[in-house]
């Protein structure tokens, strides 16, 4: 970061972002999160929905984070938790794991910020992450192309744990998964409701600490979702606004920074 860009950062405020953090176990990596979405996004409302047992709630309290206990389990729940609680007009939420680099959530506040997109959300496969198996890459892929072929819309990174929308394009969103498939509901809901969605390049590292992820089970609940929602949800998926589903998509929606 040059010199003109740190003052510009620490004369900028962003008391209008809400960023919400779901954590299981995450004692590990939740202080500097935290600190680095402090440093990147000072003044951000942040928000800690622990589920754990260890002392990721107590580190993030000391770090001056709220935090909530979740009560419905799953990750979708606990966004949403977060979701519901936030004050600012932009809305964020990344994993707590360690995976992301808050200086790029900052890049996605921006893009939403200044009116380029109603949805920004990170893009990690511009080349296969080194923090990301072979086989949970095959498996990112096989479902991003599943995505683009049954809602006519190219996401190369359904999956990505970083994601900012503004509190317009929120209440425009019907947001009910608990479990894995929210992250693609965000983008299923923001295809119904004709919202821009941009995709730009960000970091992934290694995770600190052990996996809570079950790649083959949540990769079939993933799957069944994007099934369920194309062919069986109700009809307002097939016209919206007026217009056939297929003709509410122009070169412009398929921007990716």
């Known amino acids: 970061m040059s010199l003109s860009e740190e003052i510009t950062l620490l004369l900028k405020d962003y008391r209008n972002v809400s960023v919400i953090i ?3 176990n995450e004692e590990e990596s939740i202080g ?5 979405v402090k440093k990147n996004l000072p003044g951000a409302e942040i928000i800690v929905v622990d589920s754990g047992t260890d002392r990721t709630a107590e580190i993030a309290s000391s770090l001056e984070a709220t935090v909530v206990k979740q009560i419905r389990k799953g990750y979708g729940a606990a966004v949403r938790t977060g979701l519901n609680m936030a004050r600012g007009s932009i809305l964020a939420f990344m994993d707590g794991d360690g995976t992301y ?3 790029d959530l900052k ?4 893009l939403v910020e200044s009116g380029r997109a109603d949805v920004a959300t990170g893009l990690r496969f511009s ?3 080194a923090g990301m198996s072979v086989t949970r890459y095959l498996g990112n892929l096989l479902i991003n192309l599943l995505f683009s072929l049954l809602f006519l819309k190219r996401i190369r990174d359904t999956q990505t744990g970083m994601k900012v929308f503004s509190r317009e394009a929120y209440l425009k969103m019907r947001l009910k998964e608990d479990g894995m498939p929210f992250s693609t509901e965000v983008l299923t809901e923001a295809c119904r409701n004709c919202l821009r969605i941009v995709e730009t ?4 590292y290694t995770r600190v600490g052990v996996s809570k992820l079950n790649p083959f089970k949540d990769g079939v609940r993933i799957f069944l979702f994007m ?5 069986y949800s109700n009809l307002r998926f097939l016209r919206t606004r007026g217009q056939p589903y297929w003709k509410q998509y122009s070169v412009e929606n398929f921007s990716i920074n």
């Open 22 to 24: 779901p954590t299981l």
């Open 32 to 36: 500097n999160v935290i600190r680095g």
């Open 101 to 103: 680099d808050p200086s």
């Open 107 to 110: 890049r996605l506040v921006d």
């Open 127 to 129: 080349s296969k992450p």
């Open 201 to 204: 390049n960000i970091k992934y």
């Open 227 to 231: 099934i369920r929602n194309r062919f």
